[in-house]
């Protein structure tokens, strides 16, 4: 009964490519006539020659001719329901999957709840149904999102924030072109660039080459972004828009399986990543350290990448040590919000100062002829790159590496995302 009520509510929620949910009005005016379009079907239950999954089965069909949208949502309703109290689970997924039904569409925090309440209240030999089911909603979630990536082509991939810690999913979205230096791409939606495969000389000596794509993030994560994903900021300079810092590379990706980096790419549940993970189906990470590089000189074969070396250069590009005067993003001191000085060729800001960004790769020695290069096997120190607001011009520029164990945290730190394809 419990499992009944908790799928009745959740499939009510949310409309697939169903269009336009259905108003209240609608789904009563359509309750008699999908009556009597499953009358045959209920009846021939009662008397024992249909099962409970042959009566889903019957709806599921029925939606798939039916012309009302609140006749189909509620039939889909009535197949799902069915094929899990029939214990056909993989069917009820298949009911969800088969339809598109877009989740996000539910309130977040109201879906939160229904799972909670569900799992509390419902027979524990029947919690493990309901676990089912969840897992197979995720595995729908990360087929949608990589389909829409895919087939959208987009240079840009675009993850909605704002439903916040709470979200059982948030929704990823693919666009070609978009104005993103807004406040709304700093604090509720965290948008990434996609990098074509190249090769470049990394720390201007050593040749590297990129045989995938990726994408990267436009701007470094801010302290909102991150709390919307963690549920609380721990940054000592305070600030929306600025750049989450006081992280650990532990934090970000875990202090267990995240750490078996690059023996494994998986990530603590709990972590940063593994929370953005879950909630998006996407292998969401930091960067490489030759992926940060080759994204932050677009190009460029200079010290900063807007093609100079100077100390003029570094004043136009990011945060450092002898410009917090400046005011720009409207910070005078220490760090400031993302976005507030020059872009590089690719879109990319603060590349170049504001914080140190953590890179997946442990400390050691390059060296030339490198394809897609993981960085050493095993280490002490995680690497670190583009400087901050408390380093000299020269600490900043794009062949400048920082060693620092994984577990440390400072104001200094930060981190932009990177997803590869």
């Known amino acids: 009964m419990r499992i009944k009520s908790f799928v009745v509510v959740f499939l009510a929620a949310a409309a697939a490519s169903l269009a336009a949910m259905p108003t209240k009005q609608e789904l009563l005016e359509a309750e008699e006539p999908v009556r009597e379009l499953m009358r045959p079907a209920l009846e021939a239950m009662r008397k024992g020659s249909k099962t409970r999954a042959d009566v889903a089965r019957a709806a599921a069909g029925l939606a798939e001719k039916e012309a009302s949208e609140a006749a189909r949502l509620l039939l889909l309703k009535g197949a799902f329901t069915f094929f899990v109290e029939a214990g056909a689970f993989d069917d009820a997924i ?13 309130p977040p925090q109201n879906l939160a709840n229904m799972i909670e309440t569900a799992l509390r209240d419902m027979p524990r030999s029947r919690a493990d149904s ?3 089911i969840l897992d197979g909603l995720k595995s729908q979630i990360r087929i949608l999102n990589e389909q ?16 916040g810690p709470s979200a059982f999913v948030y929704p990823v979205s693919s666009v070609q072109e978009g104005t993103f230096n807004t406040d709304e791409y700093k604090t509720s939606k965290l948008v990434l660039r996609r990098i074509e495969p190249g090769t470049f ?34 940054s000592e300079f305070k600030g929306d828009k600025r750049p989450v ?15 078996k980096w690059p023996a494994s790419s998986a990530v603590d549940p709990m972590s940063f990543m593994g929370r953005l993970r879950a909630r998006t189906g996407l292998d969401f990470d ?23 070396g ?5 004043k136009n590009l990011g945060r450092y040590g002898e410009n917090h005067a400046d005011g720009r993003g409207g910070y005078s001191a220490k ?4 976005g507030a000085y020059m872009p590089n060729a690719w879109g990319l800001y603060d590349m170049h100062g504001n914080v140190w960004e953590w890179c997946l790769d442990w400390a050691g020695d390059l060296s030339g002829g490198m394809t897609d290069p993981k960085g050493p096997v095993a280490g002490a120190f995680r690497i670190l790159r583009g400087g901050s607001w408390g380093e000299t011009a020269r600490g900043c520029n794009s062949s400048h590496r920082l060693r620092l164990m994984p577990n440390y945290r400072l104001r200094h730190y930060g981190f932009r995302l990177a997803l590869p394809r």
């Open 201 to 234: 000389k990394m720390c201007g000596e050593f040749e590297v080459t990129l045989t995938k794509p990726y994408y990267i993030g436009v701007f470094e994560v801010t302290q909102k972004q991150y709390e919307l994903v963690m549920g609380q900021v721990p």
């Open 310 to 314: 100077s100390e003029d250069d570094m």
């Open 245 to 259: 810092e006081n992280v650990s590379f532990g934090q970000i990706r875990g202090f267990s399986d995240g750490a």
């Open 130 to 132: 309901i676990y089912r």
């Open 94 to 106: 298949d009911v969800l999957a088969a339809t598109r039904i877009l989740i996000p569409d539910i």
């Open 286 to 308: 930091l960067p490489t350290e030759a992926q940060w590089e080759y994204a932050c000189r677009a190009g460029t074969t200079s010290a900063f990448n807007n093609g100079g």
């Open 148 to 163: 829409k990536i895919a087939s959208h082509g987009g240079r840009y991939c675009v993850i909605d924030l704002s439903a």
């Open 335 to 338: 760090h400031t919000a993302v």
